[in-house]
Nanobody, 116 residues
Framework: QVQLVESGGGLVQAGGSLTLSCTADGRLFRQNAMGWYRQRLGKEHDLIASTGVSGSTYYADSVKGRFTISRDNLRSTLTLQMASLKPEDTGVYLC??????????WGQGTQVTVSP
């Protein structure tokens, strides 16, 4: 059973920082690019950032320059460093394989709330 466990979310003021972590099933992690998705108000999962097996990265325009994604292939861990947070960054953050069609069962995610 594939398991994804996210942590590190919380309530911060605008301009603040958070670091999210995800521990993933080793097989899923080794075989896929991995990314952070954001879900707001029960809507679709929007891909925020991703990193390939070799370490290449992608960022959505809305977070470019503020978020940094990294992966530890030995520990099957995915990290998202978030800085200069804005209220529109609020949502549930989930990690999973990229692209979406390769995603495994979703974890609970971690809530990020940014107050004005």
């Amino acid at each position: 059973q594939v398991q994804l466990v996210e942590s590190g979310g919380g309530l911060v003021q605008a301009g603040g920082s958070l670091t999210l972590s995800c521990t993933a099933d080793g097989r899923l992690f080794r075989q896929n690019a991995m990314g952070w998705y954001r879900q707001r108000l029960g809507k679709e999962h929007d891909l925020i950032a991703s990193t390939g097996v070799s370490g290449s990265t992608y960022y959505a325009d809305s977070v470019k320059g503020r978020f940094t994604i990294s992966r530890d292939n030995l520990r099957s861990t995915l990290t998202l460093q978030m800085a200069s947070l804005k209220p529109e960054d609020t949502g549930v953050y989930l990690c999973n394989a990229v692209p979406f069609r390769r995603a495994g069962p979703w974890g609970q995610g971690t809530q990020v709330t940014v107050s004005p």
